[in-house]
């Protein structure tokens, strides 16, 4: 079956640096992606990754290992703001997006 | 302004009866989806559809159908309801021709079944 995995929630303070990671096992491969959701509000996009490596993206950066089925979302100089559920998601062969459960950060003064 | 509205923006309705969700979107995207979003689960898709006048079954399409009669469109509709769809409704769209691309969400419409 095709699995996304990430963790439930994390903590950090603002402005520290956090890694939320994503691990995935899925039917093909067509990019992963990172979205980012507010409470109460619609996912907005922050990232695509299709090979592998590191994309960054102001304080926000993303990785992808294809081989290890592994990405992690990098956020820096952590802001109030950036309180909110990051989504990890896995394009498959059929071109769906398959979801991971999403991560709660909360970022403590 | 360019996006996509969904209709209502919540609702409380009796099972058994019959709803629609509405969807519209003013980008010209080829694709369109329905996804539910319920705590500790991700997003799973409901139906989706590459392009005007077709249509396809997503993970959890049961209970659920939808149509696409232009571009724009896209209404989810639940034939009878029942208590375990209640849930956070999103649609979305992308542009398709543009191979793999990032999908756009509506602000999502709550639904409680009672």
């Known amino acids: 079956g095709q699995n996304i995995d990430q963790p439930t929630e994390m903590t950090a303070t603002e402005g520290a640096i956090v890694q939320i990671n994503c691990t995935y096992q899925?039917?093909?491969?067509?990019?992963l992606f990172w979205y980012q959701q507010h409470a109460g509000e619609a996912p907005t996009f922050l990232s695509y990754?299709?090979l592998d490596g590191l994309e960054e993206k102001g304080r926000f950066s993303s990785f992808l290992s294809r081989s290890k089925g592994y990405s992690y979302l990098l956020l820096k100089e952590l802001q109030m703001k950036d309180s909110a559920s990051y989504l990890c998601?896995?394009?498959?062969?059929?071109?769906?997006?398959?979801w991971g459960a999403g991560t709660k950060l909360i970022i403590k003064p | 302004i360019a996006g996509i509205t969904q209709a209502p923006t919540s609702q409380i309705l009796a099972a058994g009866r019959r709803m629609t969700l509405r969807c519209t979107q003013d980008m010209r995207h080829n694709a369109m989806y329905w996804y539910r979003q319920d705590l500790g689960l991700g997003l799973r898709l409901i139906h989706y559809?590459?392009?005007?006048?077709?249509?396809g079954k997503g993970e959890v399409p049961d209970g659920y159908s939808v149509s696409r009669a232009n571009t724009d469109d896209f209404p989810l509709t639940l034939a009878s309801a029942v208590p375990s769809q209640t849930s956070v409704y999103f649609c979305a769209s992308s542009d398709g021709l543009a191979g793999v691309s990032e999908q756009f969400f509506g602000p999502g419409t709550r639904l409680t079944v009672l």
């Open positions: 990754n299709v």
């Open positions: 998601a896995v394009m498959d062969s059929n071109y769906q997006l398959i």
């Open positions: 899925t039917s093909g491969f067509n990019g």
């Open positions: 559809s590459n392009t005007a006048g077709t249509t």
